[in-house]
């Protein structure tokens, strides 16, 4: 395939580059630009240069998927010499996204002009790193240093019109951008203009910017948290004050290597990688694509039902939300409207877009009259199958042919309920977490009979609502709950042994999870997990705390006691249980250290990973690590338990739950025994 071609204008000539998806800049695209340039350089018929991309988009950046082996010659700074070298302007002209290397290829440019609706931005942050080509030497040269921060520690992507404001695009195409690209160069050739963003001062001195620096490290505590590139990303916005523009790109190169090494780096990287695979369903024949779903019926009022049907409003799809319990759906279509005016509120949205969304809400009591044309029906009721079942029949009989019907049960075989239709085909699991309208992760669960294009509509789904869709088999509690339970299980055997909750908690949210386990069971509720009143016989602290009406957050008390804005503080109460426990259970009590703590809550996580993954229940290990990272709070620069387990070491993680006489996954064994890993 060319990569690159070149056409004329006169005497403005377009190098144009073809690379999809996204026109990475790998060595391939490097060495095509480094030729074309270097070409039209010396072409004395050529008094400037437009460089252009054809596809979706300018250059995405440099190329992820090269990181972390040795990056050959020429390298980016290598061709923006060329450019900087360069006697005629050499322009960018940017349309869909500049990011990260290619926006730096554009700052090194002459000039730079956009289409309206292009984007630009510097995201490696967003990937454990700093921009590696420039990006932080000439970002504060052009814009200041505080945009710069911005800009960079906060890695968001800024439309064209901002941009412009900022200076870091220069010209706004007004009609077509190839032809107002033309012109522009055309026009800073005969004004002979060759401005360079690398001969220009920092807008702050090295005191004013150290301030600066300071100030914004101060305003953003939670950027720094566990992450290590934003601390390297203002010593490199320091070294563009402090040192001149070449020493600059020197230090910023070191940092950019010093953060490429990071185990976060490799973390985060994994995840941008773990979460475009996702969405791929392997074996799924090419001519299975999504059906088309406009009009949705929700089943069941709850917390659950309605955060749904809100997910379902924010995309503009029509809801009607279903329960046999009138006052269920008053307060349920109550809860979603003052959701989305709270949106409104916020700012995130237009009033009057908050309007038209619950102007597309619908209510109902009958289920019959609910779904007669739906496209896809969801039941989101309380985990009973028998209920559940009921529900399918009825709704197998009100749905018209072909409609999907979903359950959204976070542990139940969804084999059964499929079995009391007509349609066994059209039933899938659609998983959601709540908040459901909040909550990034869906997973998508695929019946021994779901359809191929089912299976697809509920990945498109997920896609479209914003959320990453994961697709599971059918076991107890599917992916994420299945794992976390294990987690929850090994919390449990630790207050065995006279560890307080507290400390477990501690323990995890040090290692940066969103909370700990027991933090965790009182906002769900500490009744819920699977709790019977009639069987309860105090046989565990769980057990106690629930006859003791301690159920969480709702009833001001768990694991926690809490004050009346919900603060929680370790309950004197709890820790006696525990003691009394410990005492019993004939544990011989003992320190633990932090390190120890972490192995035994997670060891058995990267085990049951092993196993739904060897049993086909996750198609692949960093689908797993995807769902505990959307789905549980697993820290993004941890990457998941599938690349932690690896990094940590699989031969020592079989060897800790062997001498525990842990049930050890075969697949991970095997894994261990031949030196091989989940996500490599
Ligand atoms: N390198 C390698 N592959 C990339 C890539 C990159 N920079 N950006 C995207 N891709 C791949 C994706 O993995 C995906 O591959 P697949 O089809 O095999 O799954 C494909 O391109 C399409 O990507 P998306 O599904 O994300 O497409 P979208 O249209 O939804 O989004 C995008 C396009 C906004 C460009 C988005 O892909 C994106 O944000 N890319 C990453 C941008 C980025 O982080 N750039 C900085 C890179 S680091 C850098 O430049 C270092 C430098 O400073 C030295």
Redesign the pocket.
Known sequence: MTISTIERDGDVALLLIDSP??N??GAAVRNALDAGLKALVADDAVRAIVIRCRG??FF??????EFGKPLGRPD?NDIFAVIEGSTKPVISAIHG?A????F?LALACHGRIASADAKVG???V??G?L???G?TQRTPRIAGVERALDLIVGGAPIGARRAHELGLIDEIAIGDLRADAVAYARTMAAERRLPRIRDRAPDLDVEAAKIAIAAYRERNPRSFVGFKAPDLILQSIEAAVTLDFDAGLKREWEL?EQAMATPESAAQRHI??AE??AA?VQGLPADAKPLPVVKVAVIGAGTMGSGIATAFLNIGLSVTLVDRDAGAVERGAGGIAKTLRALAEKGRIKAEEAERRIGLLNTGTEIGVAVADADLAIEAVYEDMALKQAIFRELDQAAKPGAILASNTSFLDLDAIAAVTGRPDRVIGLHFFAPANIMRLLEVVRGAKTAPEVVATGMALGRKLGKVAILSGVCHGFIANRIMQTCVDAAQELLLAGVMPWRIDRVMTDYGMAMGVFTMLDLVGVDVIGWDRANSAGRTVQEVLCEADRWGQKKGAGYYDYDDRRRPTPSLWVEQVVRDFAAKSGVEPRDYSDAELLERLFYPIVNEGAKVLDEGIAQRASDIDIAMVTGYGWPVYRGGPMIWGDQTGLPKIVAALDARGADVSPLLRRHAGDGTSFTA
Not at 60 to 65: L, R
Not at 99 to 102: A, D, K, S, T, V
């Open positions: 998806p996204v990475a800049l979706r988009t995405a950046g440099a190329d992820i998927s980016l996204t990011l990260g290397g290619g730096e510097l995201p490696e967003s990937l790193l921009p590696g080509a990006g950019f941008f990688f475009r695979a791929k």
